[in-house]
């Protein structure tokens, strides 16, 4: 749980020199991540293995972009 800690506090980092508006939605994200990494935990914890993965990259018209991603889960075979 401490690497998700990390993303939570480097997000908070990142996001000291922004507007309002922006760190409310940095902070939004970084939560949504954690949400992500328990999910991929508790996946890999019933047994299958999880590769997220980039499917696209959003362009927001001024130079600003983000990774889309989508996951590849393996069932482990027993």
Do not use: C, F, Y
């Amino acid at each position: 749980m401490a690497s998700i800690t990390r993303v939570r506090e480097r997000a908070e980092e990142q996001s000291s020199t922004m507007s309002a508006d922006q760190q409310a939605t940095i902070r939004m994200l970084a939560n949504d991540l954690h949400r992500l990494n328990q999910s991929v935990m508790k996946a890999v914890e019933a047994g299958v293995s999880v590769e997220l993965v980039r499917s696209a990259r959003h362009h927001g018209g001024d130079g600003n972009w983000g990774d889309l991603l989508i996951p590849v889960v393996v069932a482990n075979r027993m």
